[in-house]
């Protein structure tokens, strides 16, 4: 048999032609058994791919974001695979993402739920024993969609006619084929860990996060977040939009004007209702904390609300808790040359709690500007709370329990927002939160902050570490939840996204996240910027706001 050479690791290996790499690296003793997903020419694939001459692999040891990505996305397949099986009259639906899980449902309401969570999870358990083979299977677009069909599985097929490409790789598992958003695991037999978690008129799918293969975390229940996913889903399917293949047919059919409009209505919908609700609240100079993971459009949420709480007769004072950084002095001589300004004890706490004090009791202040190009807080003209006043503080820490008891005595009133995208590219693939919000700040990056789009890649997992330490924990704290989402965005993102992701060099540490995002974007239609609104949350991102930033 013919011999191929390829190099893993920097080490030059010969292998058989047509043989697996996972084969080829177990027959030569240098298979990783905890390593979920290798490089191959710097893209993420699978074990089970059979290499090419000169083909280039980096094993990738670590348990980190994108191995968590393959492990979810590879268990939500597996589940799906033996929820057919078992329930063949039923769809099993992966909905979202839910306490360190997916949250699942069938599509018509089980008469007896645990029996149902129990009979899968003892499926899944055998398919993990059983260390079912998940090989890549390279067919035809056409051919992919016929098969799709003849399945009864629209959503897939759907989903795979819009797309641009002749060819589209799919895995295979005991004979059936699945369409996924990366690549899988090499077999069943990589996922013995596992839950499934009943929870409301479902279950969560839980499995080990980043950093530790070895565990899975402890649940925490989100009832205000899974009300917020449920209000977008209810939605989405009343006007048939809970797939990316019916936005794409918005698209074809002309309709996406009109989608456009209903979504960003339904946004300030939501506005105003806060807006009331804060108008509601008895006591004098109410003040309304604000707080949201990065992209998630925080900065026009809280201009649109200004203007709506401005219609209900009250003024307004906005504060940005980036404006209480403590002097880069200080910081130095607290933590040391490279200072985390994620962490809450960068902020000048005594500072902001003396103004908000002020405020309250109707003595004039001045409030900081931090100079991030001095690193020091430069203090405005004088500003004085009156009895009709709302005070807006926003920031990534603002639902911390140390900054909300900063207000004694007083009304408050505590929003989450977050882009929560409720669609789906079909039944077993749902669209990850991080991905959406990670897109919109590569484009407003790249446009307004001289960052491109290799710099916020490599500088995400920072973001994120800070978002999971910080924001995510306080995020039911909430009196209520906005979602950011717009259900057209990736159609607008994408021509803005996709040229900057291509400025990404193949030498780059980002190149593997950028070529997954650019494939990603390939399944949706673009869309147009000029019927978006110039006060769309989206505009603070591809530009075109009538607000100033």
């Known amino acids: 048999m013919e011999n191929l050479t390829i190099r893993v690791n920097n080490l030059l290996l010969n292998c058989k032609k047509g043989e697996t790499l996972l084969a080829t690296l177990k027959e030569k003793g240098l298979l990783d058994p905890e390593s979920i997903v290798v490089l191959r020419n710097g893209k993420y694939s699978s074990y089970q791919v059979i290499p090419e001459d000169n083909d280039e692999f980096t094993i990738v040891t670590e348990y980190n974001s994108i191995a968590r990505r393959v492990y979810e996305n590879t268990?939500?397949?597996?589940?799906?695979?033996?929820?057919?099986?078992?329930?063949?009259?039923?769809?099993?639906?992966?909905?979202?993402?839910?306490?360190?899980?997916?949250?699942?449902?069938?599509?018509?309401?089980?008469?007896?739920?645990?029996?149902d969570i129990s009979s899968l999870e003892k499926a899944f358990l055998q398919a993990a024993k059983s260390n079912l083979p998940i090989k890549p299977r390279t067919l035809s677009r056409d051919r992919a969609v016929k098969y799709f069909t003849s399945k009864g599985r629209r959503d897939t097929a759907n989903l795979l006619k819009y797309l641009n490409n002749n060819y589209v790789e799919l895995y295979e598992i005991e004979g059936s084929l699945y369409w996924a958003q990366t690549p899988l695991a090499p077999s069943t037999g990589y996922l013995t860990l596992f839950e499934l978690k009943?929870?409301?008129?479902?279950?969560?799918?839980?499995?080990?996060?980043?950093?530790?293969?070895?565990?899975?975390?402890a649940f925490s229940p989100q009832d205000k977040l899974f009300e917020i996913f449920s209000e977008f889903e209810t939605w989405g399917e009343i006007l048939n939009l809970a797939e990316v293949s019916q936005i794409n047919h918005a698209i074809k059919s002309g309709e996406i004007d009109e989608i456009i409009k209903v979504s960003e209505a339904l946004h300030e919908r939501k506005i105003v209702f806060i807006a009331e609700e804060i108008n509601r609240i008895d006591g004098k100079r109410k003040v309304v904390f604000i707080s949201g993971p990065s992209s998630s459009g925080k900065t026009t949420f809280m201009k649109r609300l200004y203007i709506q709480l401005k219609v209900l007769g009250h003024r307004i004072i906005t504060i940005s808790l980036d404006d209480y950084y403590k002097d880069r002095e200080e910081l130095y001589r607290e933590q040391g040359p490279d200072p985390d300004f994620e962490r809450l004890e960068a902020l000048d706490t005594s500072l902001l709690q003396t103004q908000i004090k002020d405020l309250i009791a109707q003595k004039p202040v001045r409030l900081p500007k931090f100079d991030f190009k001095a690193g020091k807080k430069i203090f405005s003209n004088e500003v004085v709370a009156d009895n009709n006043c709302v005070i807006l503080i926003e920031g990534i820490h603002a639902l911390n329990p140390r900054i909300t008891r900063l207000v004694e005595n007083n009304p408050i009133y505590k929003i989450y927002i977050s882009a929560l995208t409720h669609l789906n590219f079909d039944n077993a693939n749902r669209i990850p939160t991080h991905d959406l919000r990670l897109l919109r700040r590569i484009v407003r990056d790249r446009k307004f902050r001289s960052h491109n789009a290799e710099e916020t890649i490599n500088n995400w997992k920072k973001v994120v570490n800070g978002?999971?330490?910080?924001?995510?924990?306080?995020?039911?704290?909430?009196?209520?939840?906005?979602?950011?989402s717009l259900v057209f965005e990736f159609g607008v993102l994408k021509k803005y996204a996709v040229k900057y992701?291509?400025?990404?060099?193949?030498?780059?540490?980002?190149?593997?996240?950028?070529?997954?995002?650019?494939?990603?974007?390939?399944?949706f239609l673009t869309i147009p910027d000029r019927p978006v609104p110039s006060n769309s949350i989206l505009r603070e991102f591809i530009g075109g706001s009538s607000f100033k930033y």
Request: with cysteine; charged share 25%; glycine share 4%.
């Open 75 to 115: 268990a939500a397949i597996i589940l799906y695979h033996v929820a057919k099986k078992l329930f063949p009259e039923r769809e099993l639906i992966i909905a979202h993402s839910m306490s360190n899980g997916l949250f699942c449902k069938f599509n018509v309401a089980p008469l007896d739920l645990q029996r």
């Open 467 to 484: 978002e999971n330490k910080y924001i995510f924990p306080f995020q039911e704290e909430a009196d209520i939840m906005f979602n950011s």
């Open 501 to 523: 992701l291509g400025e990404v060099p193949e030498s780059s540490p980002a190149f593997p996240d950028a070529a997954r995002l650019k494939e990603f974007l390939k399944y």
């Open 198 to 217: 009943p929870y409301k008129n479902g279950f969560i799918l839980r499995y080990p996060i980043e950093g530790n293969r070895k565990r899975i975390p």
